[in-house]
């Protein structure tokens, strides 16, 4: 995996021909473990981005967005292309899930002491794709529940919603 991403990336690509024939080239090694090691890079920051949000931390977190944003943003753009040339509805399902996560984590830290959301529309884009991974009967098991977990904490405090997407999980 790491040398199927390193040969990818290792010149810049030169426009969208030059980057749609390398991906195509390299399709046959997009597999299961390719995309869970893009998921690992692509969310690596999430789980200090999330204590700092849950510990009401709003200076950390908006240190470490502005620290871990491009890089982010680049991992989970790869990671889409990567799911689009893999052709697989299951590689769809983890980027959807990461990227609803990203959306969701800025989406609390903009949030953080009830302030109002900065960014329009961030709410909605998480559930959108929050909601295409719960849907994907590709994706695993696990994988769709903690989909359906995301969108109920995106629910509140729309309770009917919130038991909806509980049920769902």
């Known amino acids: ?36 090691y893009s998921v690992g890079t692509a969310t690596l920051p999430f789980a200090a981005l999330y204590r700092q949000i849950s510990s009401g931390d709003r200076e950390a977190a908006e240190a470490t967005v502005a620290e871990v944003r491009d890089r982010v943003e680049f991992e989970l753009g790869f990671l889409g292309a990567v799911a689009k040339f893999s052709g697989k ?10 990227e609803g996560c990203w959306r969701q984590l800025l989406l609390g830290v903009e949030t ?8 329009p529309g961030l709410r909605e884009t998480a559930q959108v794709a929050l909601m295409a991974c719960a849907a994907n009967a590709d994706a695993p ?29």
């Open 1 to 36: 995996s790491i040398v199927t991403k390193r040969d990818l990336l290792a010149t810049d690509v030169r426009d969208a021909d030059d980057g749609i024939a390398r991906m195509t080239a390299a399709r046959d090694r997009f597999d299961d473990a390719f995309v869970e």
């Open 89 to 98: 509805s299951a590689h769809r399902a983890q980027w959807d899930f990461a």
């Open 112 to 119: 953080i002491g009830g302030a109002k959301v900065k960014t």
């Open 141 to 169: 098991a696990g994988l769709r529940c903690q989909a359906e977990n995301n969108l109920a904490t995106l629910a509140h405090p729309d309770i009917p919603q919130v038991n909806a997407h509980q049920t769902a999980a």
